[in-house]
C-alpha cells in the first residue's frame, strides 16, 4: 500500500464540506440548505469582488483567510448560534483552534496562523473578512426568501445597525442596498 500524503488526506477531508449543512437555515426549514463549501464560496468571491475598494485591505491575504475561515467545520459541523450560550466561554473558540491546527498541520503554521488571525478578528483584514461573512449570510438569507422561504426575520434583527458601524464602506453600501431590496421588507423599507 503506498504511503499516504499529507495534503491529499487533507484535501480528501474537506471534500466533505460539500454535504455539512449551514445549520441555521437548516432550523429554520430551508429544506436543503447550503453547505458549508458553497457559503466559503460565496464569501470568497464577495471578499475578492470588495477588496479592491477598501484601500487598506490586502485582498490576497483577505481571500486566504476567507478560505480558511470555516474549514474546521468538516470535524465540528456548523455550529449554530442558537447553542453557543451552552458552552462555557471561550470553549468553543478553544475547540475550533485545536481543530484548526491539526486539520490544517499538513499546511505547516501559514494554515494555522491564518486560521488563528481570522479567528482572533485583531487584523483589518480579518475584521473585514468576518464583516463579509456576516453580510453573505444575510445575502443567502435574501435568496432564500426570494424563493419563498419564510421564518428567517431573526436574520434580519439589528442588521441596518450593524451596517451604520461598519468602518467598511463598500460593505456598508451594499448592506443597505441589501435591505432596501429585501423580498420581505416591512411596510416603509424598500
Not at 445575502?139 to 428567517?152: F, H, I, P, Q
Request: proline share 6%; net charge negative; with cysteine.
Amino acid at each position: 500500500m503506498a504511503d499516504s500524503h499529507p495534503l491529499l488526506d487533507l484535501f480528501l477531508e474537506l471534500q466533505t464540506l460539500d454535504r455539512v449543512p449551514r445549520s441555521g437555515y437548516a432550523l429554520r426549514g430551508i429544506a436543503e440548505p447550503e453547505s458549508v463549501s458553497e457559503h466559503s464560496f460565496h464569501l470568497a468571491f464577495m471578499v475578492w469582488s470588495l477588496a479592491d475598494a477598501e484601500p487598506d485591505i490586502d485582498a490576497g491575504r483577505a481571500v486566504a483567510l476567507a478560505l480558511v475561515h470555516d474549514l474546521v467545520e468538516v470535524r465540528t459541523g456548523d455550529l449554530p448560534r442558537t447553542v453557543a450560550h451552552a458552552f462555557p466561554e471561550g470553549a468553543k473558540a478553544r475547540a475550533e483552534a485545536a481543530v484548526g491546527k491539526d486539520l490544517l498541520a499538513p499546511l505547516g503554521s501559514r494554515g494555522a496562523d491564518l486560521f488563528a488571525e481570522y479567528q482572533a478578528k485583531e487584523t483589518l483584514e480579518a475584521r473585514f473578512v468576518s464583516a463579509c461573512d456576516k453580510l453573505q449570510v444575510r445575502v443567502k438569507a435574501s435568496v432564500y426568501e426570494s424563493w419563498g422561504a419564510r421564518g428567517l426575520d431573526d436574520f434580519w434583527d439589528g442588521f441596518e445597525a450593524w451596517c451604520d458601524e461598519l468602518p467598511f464602506a463598500s460593505l456598508r453600501r451594499l448592506g443597505h442596498s441589501l435591505t432596501a431590496n429585501r423580498p420581505l421588507s416591512p411596510p416603509g423599507r424598500g
